[in-house]
């Protein structure tokens, strides 16, 4: 008898439908398995002979041939074992008279039966209903992740016995009930804007960053409040919408490192070492190609704190990411592409020893190291980079003093006001803030005066700037612009949207 199981195998952050087909024959008994399965899947033969004789079923001695179509897609993981044990109860007739072909089957079998959850189960399951199944049977462990997805009958189970008996109806499980979405607030503890003391300008940086979806780079000896800074980020970003969350969570589950909650309610917020090799950063590894940082951090941000100290060959396999939002990883297990669109932020000294220019401190460094420390960050990159900061030493009055500074929750409020305002002005576009402006958005939303076109014609040429580093001045300029509720962008936005381009000839 042949029997035909739905699964699903994911390819990037997409599912593709499995069909399991297996024939159970008269003949010497035998096991095989066709359609490209990778090792991991050969061995569900153990796993799932050892679960059905476990679970009081029969394993059918016979001549077994499991077939994994389409046979020209490569099928890797364990999350084929429930599938395939289902396939061989229904083919050797021990589900008699069950309509199996509008469910989708997914989960790792253990020895004894039970269902261990799998990554990756979100876009599955949002890529199957999408096709049209609305009936799917997971690992209990799995739950947490899939009870945001509505319009669809989903049954956790514990174990293959109990998604037996809820085949045959003995012991129906009951569908999963759907959760609603709650965006996640600032946690108690986190870091707050109201403890920063001093550094008005790059706070002022750090509101336009947010603001605009802006990439941020600080300049500034150590201890300074560089990193403390970049820590307050996502205290001001806005909430996360539920699609959002949605994308976001895809992202994490297909690396493995979903949490507790099952979706992902606050922006990520990444640190990767300065050690971070170039495929943790962009994503890749032997066979499973995984997302890497750049991926996982999209939607919030990704802070690289001591620039310098990171592979020259990791910060420019950034540049094509930060240019297109997504990130393209090709592999010898196939090409995948994945959504990168975050905020840069990052950190480092002015030289190596960490004080020139510094107003108390006095440089140890010569000219040629510092000049070698800069070189370390090319041009191009700091090309990318919208907004390139000093961050000065604070003064001792300024740290014991007992006034509280402005607190997050008052910087977020004006970063939701704008972020409005730009959802508005584009509409349906597809763009969601001033960071992502083509060329066609430029001349529609960011016309300048004959004063703010020679603020920035005098800027362009003394800096040298590029064509880029032109039009990702006129994007700032636009931003604060918008938060001083301005439809026009005036000079004095262009001016200092200019003045945040002083680093430019690091590289």
Known sequence: MIAKIICYALNGLDGVPVEVE???NRGVPSYEMVGLPDTVVKESKERVRSALKN???LFPVNKITINFAPADIKKEGAS?????AVSLLKASEQLIGTDLSDTVFLGELALNGDLRPVSGLLPILISAKGHGYSKFVIPEANAKEARFLGGAEIYPARNLIEVVRHLVGTAPIDPLETKKFVVGGAKEG??????????????????????????????GPPGAGKTMLARCLPTV???????????????HSVAGVLGEEGIISERPFRTPHHT??????????????????????????????????????????????????????SRAGGTFSYPARFMLCASMNPCPCGNYGSADRTCTCSPSEIRRYRKRVSGP?????????????VAYDDLTSSSMAES???????????????RERFGESGIHTNAEMGERELRSFCALSDEGDKILREAFDRLKLSARARSRIVKVARTIADLDMSEEIQPKHVYEAASYRIYDKLG
């Open 276 to 329: 971070a090799t170039t495929v943790s950063m962009c994503g890749g590894g032997n066979k499973v190609v995984h997302p890497g940082e750049i991926s996982l951090a999209h939607g919030g941000v990704l802070f690289l704190d001591e620039l310098p100290e990171y592979k020259r060959s990791t910060l420019e396999a950034m540049r094509q990411p930060l240019e297109d939002g997504k990130i393209t990883v």
């Open 237 to 251: 970003m806005p909430d996360l919408s539920f699609d959002e969350a949605l994308e976001i969570t895809k992202i």
């Open 381 to 393: 990159l700091l090309d990318r980079i919208d907004l390139q900061v000093e961050v000065d030493s």
């Open 55 to 57: 679970s009081g079923l």
């Open 80 to 84: 084929f074992d429930l599938a395939v």
């Open 408 to 422: 997050s929750q008052a910087v977020k409020e004006r970063v939701d006001f704008v972020r409005r305002v730009q």
């Open 190 to 219: 986190s870091a707050d804007l109201k403890y920063v003391m001093g550094q008005p300008v790059a706070r002022r940086a750090l509101e336009i960053a947010v603001a605009g979806g802006h990439n941020l780079l600080m300049v």
């Open 22 to 24: 297996t024939d159970v």
